[in-house]
Nanobody, 113 residues
Framework: QARLVESGGGLVQAGGSLRLSCAAS????????MVWSRQAPGKQREFVGI???????TLADSVKGRFTISRDDVKNIMYLQMNSLKPEDTGVYYC???????WGQGTQVTVSS
């Protein structure tokens, strides 16, 4: 079955950068549209961005110009490069398959002001 494992989170100062990874297994990664979402404390989970199988990306307005999604179909890994981080980017970041029900366990990102 599909398995997703996020990594790369941590504590960073505002203005800093982090790169998250999502390692996938159990399905044909190269044909899947993959999604990043996040959940801040006390808030609902929100969409961060999506990368299609052919590489096209769409990002939420709140992260556009600061975050970039990419994928490596040889390694079966999706990345989220996060630059110019803000305190409001704090939360648990999850990866998933578009239209699927499997999500990873999440990785915590904390941005201090």
């Amino acid at each position: 079955q599909a398995r997703l494992v996020e990594s790369g989170g941590g504590l960073v100062q505002a203005g800093g950068s982090l790169r998250l990874s999502c390692a996938a297994s159990g399905f044909i990664f190269s044909t899947a549209a993959m999604v990043w979402s996040r959940q801040a404390p006390g808030k609902q989970r929100e969409f961060v961005g999506i990368i299609m199988s052919y590489g096209s990306t769409t990002l939420a307005d709140s992260v556009k110009g600061r975050f970039t999604i990419s994928r490596d179909d040889v390694k079966n890994i999706m990345y989220l490069q996060m630059n110019s981080l803000k305190p409001e980017d704090t939360g648990v970041y999850y990866c998933g398959v578009r239209g699927g029900t499997t999500w990873g366990q999440g990785t915590q990102v904390t941005v201090s002001s």
